[in-house]
């Protein structure tokens, strides 16, 4: 039971670039979330969904897009890297909203842009 | 605004000691807190979540305390352990039905030394 895998682990990508952030799990979850965790800072939602073909906005929606086809993939896509995208993203799911259930995260993908 | 604040900032201690840290917040409403444990380059994990009645909960060496009426909680660790170094984030959760926020905090260090 491998949980919440994220790929790649680290990434380095120029300004204007585009790449797609992978998130799997294999919980049978229906919810799933993206976040950022800049240093020094509390954890920010970008992203979350409820269920395959449901998705919706958080708090830092904006330069990201998501889709969700499947209840195991969560994938978060930059289109034109910015330098402020800079970021360790995490992705997580949970069994009920997360309002009352634990979140399982996942290991993160640190992305430098450059 | 709802916020989450966290104290202290970092601490170390010594292996075999006890410490707690502490959680203010301003989350309104009121659903639940949860404390994560975070290694250095790993996603967060749960380690407890407690609800407006709960006053306390345990998990293993860690135990959560919650004063809903003066919005205060700390994590208490006993014997610490030199795997007890990492960030230990408080996560507050404003209802428990639809999408609910969770505000985190920005975490306490704690480094357990030999």
């Known amino acids: 039971n491998a949980g919440v895998t994220q790929t790649p682990k680290f990434r380095i990508l120029k300004i204007g670039q585009s790449m797609t952030l992978q998130c799997t799990q294999d919980m049978n979850h229906n919810y799933m979330y993206w976040y950022r965790q800049d240093p020094g800072m509390g954890l920010k939602l970008i992203y979350y969904s409820v269920g395959a073909g449901i998705t919706d906005k958080g708090e830092v929606p904006n330069g990201y897009n998501v889709s969700r086809s499947t209840t195991e993939d969560f994938p978060l896509r930059l289109e034109l890297a910015a330098p402020s995208q800079t970021s360790v993203y995490f992705c997580?799911?949970?069994?009920?909203?997360?309002?009352?259930?634990?979140?399982?995260f996942g290991d993160g993908t640190r992305l430098s842009i450059l | 605004k709802n916020q989450v604040e966290q104290s202290p900032q970092s601490l170390i201690i010594l292996e075999g000691k006890n410490c707690t840290l502490q959680?203010?917040?301003?989350?309104?409403?009121?659903?639940?807190l949860r404390w994560y444990k975070q290694d250095t380059g790993r996603g967060p994990v749960s380690l407890t979540i407690?609800?407006?009645?709960?006053n306390t909960k345990s998990n293993g060496r860690y135990t959560a305390t919650l004063d809903a009426d003066t919005k205060q909680s700390s994590l208490h660790i006993t014997a610490s352990q030199l795997s007890d170094s990492a960030s230990y984030i408080c996560?507050?959760?404003?209802?428990?039905?639809?999408?609910?926020?969770?505000?985190f905090g920005k975490g306490t260090m704690l480094l357990v030394s030999p």
């Open positions: 997580a799911s949970s069994h009920g909203t997360a309002g009352n259930q634990p979140q399982h």
């Open positions: 959680c203010n917040y301003t989350v309104s409403p009121f659903s639940n």
């Open positions: 996560v507050v959760s404003d209802g428990d039905s639809g999408y609910s926020t969770l505000t």
């Open positions: 407690m609800t407006f009645s709960e």
